[in-house]
């Protein structure tokens, strides 16, 4: 288990400061995504995963994380993808998510986390109108790299607001958990 180094406030930076941002890199599916460091709360190995019955495709099933039940989802098969194939490197993230006035804890399934890289706000470039091959509200930005881009998910937003409703049901408000 890995624990994330101290989280910046992510919301209380202008979208033009030239402070240094952290993003947490993990691949998908051969790709490279990132999320900001400030809704991540740790890296753990896969676990064993209890199901669900008869929850959509995305959701591997949940876990206990030290007594709270945490939703876990395959953020490849939620992108329209084939499921993640688990191997040794798989791991879950653990976010936070806000939903109503309460955060929560989501797992998301990756093939594996690369590492934690401090971007400048020069290097990310606006979400894209198409072409990222995701629906354009799961995209928060752009980080330029020497050949393309990686795609900055806006966590937030990959699921819409009626999903993490019907997921917060399942698992249990941040405030309950140790």
Do not use: W
């Not at 952290?22 to 051969?30: A, H, T």
């Not at 991540?40 to 676990?47: G, H, K, L, S």
Request: proline share 4%; glycine share 8%.
């Amino acid at each position: 288990m890995a624990t994330i180094p101290e989280k910046r406030d992510e919301k209380k930076q202008p979208a033009d400061d030239a402070a240094l941002r952290q993003y947490l890199m993990f691949s998908l599916d051969g790709e490279t995504f990132a999320v900001a460091i400030g809704c991540v709360r740790e890296i753990i190995e896969y676990p064993d995963l209890t199901s669900i019955p008869l929850a959509p495709a995305f959701i591997r099933g949940v876990i206990n994380l030290r007594g709270a039940v945490v939703p876990v989802i395959d953020l490849s098969v939620r992108f329209g993808r084939a499921a993640t194939c688990v191997n040794r490197r798989t791991c879950v993230i653990i976010v936070e998510v806000q939903t109503d006035d309460q955060l929560h804890l989501l797992g998301i399934v990756v093939d594996g986390v690369t590492e934690v890289r401090d971007v400048d706000a020069s290097e990310v470039e606006k979400q894209p109108e198409f072409g990222s091959g995701l629906r354009s509200d799961f995209v928060a930005g752009m980080l330029r790299r020497d050949q393309g881009f990686v795609v900055i998910l806006d966590i937030a937003t990959v699921l819409s607001s009626d999903e993490l409703s019907a997921l917060v049901q399942v698992g249990a408000p941040l405030a309950q958990v140790g």
